[in-house]
């Protein structure tokens, strides 16, 4: 059969890989089609590397039938009787790119842009888009961005209509942020522009598939098993490559994922009968492995392994996740593989669901606004808005018992900063009075203050207390002369009283009804102490 002992060659650039049996430099060629094609995906949704979540792998095998893009165990493959793609071809390519690195986009709209990029060709530095399809794709919205595309004025401004939606933006509100224009003005000038709409070419990235791309010569077995690997894509030519497959020899990595590729599409998870523990360094063939593994503890061996050589991977990443007892671990490999599940809401729902375990209710609220945004279908958005706004709750309360928690612990701090502080005084104190002599007794013990001390005494009765601005008091005694005589008190809360009661003494403003006798420390007329006389 013809592919089978031909020269085989590899070309690679990108996520894409081409083996070929046939024309090198018209296999270069489609390497720079699907380059362009990636590059102009990539600008018009403002992604600067986007890539598929598997390798693209095209197989050209002249007189092969043509096998569509297949997941196998390493990648997405493909077969092609010839160096050219037809637009569907194109389109599924374009899927994978899209799925793994854009946010989630209205299902007619993205529709639409397939269409209008699977019409891409490339001739080195020049690419040209926009042939109208056939009249089944030729909707609303693919006449809205066909003549975006293909207009030289809206071209550079689509990637922001585009980074809009898939940011939850509504299409009106997108459309007015990137073209300045309402939704029905820039729908209508398309319609009005419909009969002129067509391919047009404009320069792109600078790619020179004869000069850029290198050939390398690779095992003629390697082909033969790659080209087995892309037939088993197809039921009526899978028996034939499951044949081509049974005879790879044990020990060699290509062989060996030629036979994982066979066990997988027939359903078949438990690689442990295919003897390839040397395929088993693939990260995806040991994902399969380790689901079809029934210890637990050899299960999340292999899936940690899977994941520290690839951690975007989301379907190694749930299932990791769905037989690991600690939240943290299992949100951070949900997190880490996220960024190739930005459409899917379901992911992300169990994403959110591990972060609430975990405690992280941040996280949590951020990945269920992202599940919310990912849903198409509106109950589904409604139960997943109500789980957000959940969220929220419980992100506020966290943080509101953070505050308190935060606000006790300041306060014991403070606690048991003032005991401290009175303990050292108590000792200190303790420590002076170990070193005191004991008073004389009758020694009397006089109160001490360091501050003014007065300049003569007076005694007699306090019969008036005249209560001044500005916080004073003026004090009227009557001497043993039975004269009144006038003293000011500038800070009655600073005035020193001794004597019997001093603990219990008040005085009233106005005349006392009970005159008490008193001895007044006085100095320039100003009151400082005041001693307590018997009755």
Not at 129 to 148: I, M
Not at 219 to 225: F, I, L, N, T
Not at 322 to 329: G, L, T, V
């Amino acid at each position: 059969m013809t592919g089978w002992a031909e020269d085989w060659q590899k070309i690679n650039a990108g996520p894409f890989e081409i083996y070929t049996s046939g024309d090198t430099k018209a296999a270069k060629i489609l390497l720079g089609t699907l380059e362009q094609m990636r590059g102009q995906l990539g600008d018009l949704i403002g992604v600067s590397d986007a890539k598929p979540e598997w390798p693209v792998r095209i197989v050209i095998a002249k007189g092969q039938t043509a096998v569509p893009l297949t997941l196998t165990t390493t990648c997405y493959s493909m077969l092609l009787p010839e160096a050219s793609m037809t637009r569907s071809q194109k389109r599924a390519v374009l899927e994978k790119i899209l799925e793994a690195s854009a946010g989630p986009l209205d299902r007619a709209l993205e529709d639409a842009l397939l269409t209008v990029l699977a019409t891409l060709d490339a001739d080195r530095t020049r690419v040209t888009v926009g042939a109208v399809p056939e009249p089944a794709r030729q909707t609303k919205d693919w006449e809205l961005l066909e003549y975006l595309i293909t207009n030289d004025s809206y071209r550079g401004r689509v990637r922001v209509f585009l980074s809009n939606l898939m940011k939850g933006t509504d299409q009106k509100t997108a459309l007015r942020n990137a073209f300045e224009m309402e939704e029905a003005a820039l729908r209508a000038e398309a319609a009005s522009a419909r009969a002129s709409l067509g391919a047009v070419t404009y320069a792109a990235r600078t790619i020179w598939p004869e000069r850029d791309y290198r050939a390398r010569d690779i095992e003629q077995s390697v082909g033969r098993w790659q080209l087995a690997i892309a037939q088993l894509g197809e039921p009526r030519l899978r028996e034939t490559a499951r044949r081509v497959c049974s005879t790879a020899a044990a020990g060699e990595p290509e062989a060996q994922a030629c036979v994982a590729v066979a066990y997988e599409l027939d359903g078949k998870a438990d690689l442990s009968a295919m003897e390839a523990e040397k395929a088993l360094t693939l990260p995806r063939m040991l994902y399969l492995a380790a689901i079809g593994q029934p210890d637990r503890l050899k299960h999340q061996q292999h899936l940690f392994t899977v994941l520290q050589l690839r951690p975007v991977f989301p379907a190694a990443a749930l299932a990791f996740a769905s037989k690991e007892n600690d939240p943290a671990k299992a949100g951070k490999a949900l997190k880490d593989a996220s960024v190739a599940a930005q459409r899917d809401a379901r992911y992300l729902a169990t994403m959110a669901q591990w972060a609430q375990k975990a405690g992280l209710y941040v996280e949590e609220a951020k990945a269920w606004a992202l599940a919310e945004r990912a849903a198409l279908a509106a109950k589904q958005k409604e139960m997943l808005r109500e789980a957000r706004l959940g969220a929220q709750d419980r992100r506020y309360e966290a943080e509101a018992q953070a505050r308190r928690e935060a606000e006790e612990a300041r306060l014991r701090d403070i606690e048991r900063v003032r005991q401290e502080s009175m303990r050292r005084v108590r000792e200190a104190e303790a420590k002076a009075r170990g070193k005191l002599e004991p008073l004389e007794e009758g020694t009397r013990v006089e109160k001490w203050w360091d501050g003014d001390q007065p300049a003569a005494f007076v005694a007699g009765e306090l019969v008036r207390v005249d209560c001044l601005g500005g916080g004073k008091a003026r004090f009227a005694l009557r001497e043993d002369t039975a004269k009144l005589a006038l003293y000011d008190v500038m800070d009655p809360t600073k005035l020193v009283v001794s004597g019997a009661g001093a603990e219990n003494f008040v005085f009233s403003c106005g005349v006392q009804k009970s005159p008490r006798k008193v001895k007044l420390g006085i100095k320039d007329k100003r009151v400082l102490t005041m001693e307590l006389m018997p009755q």
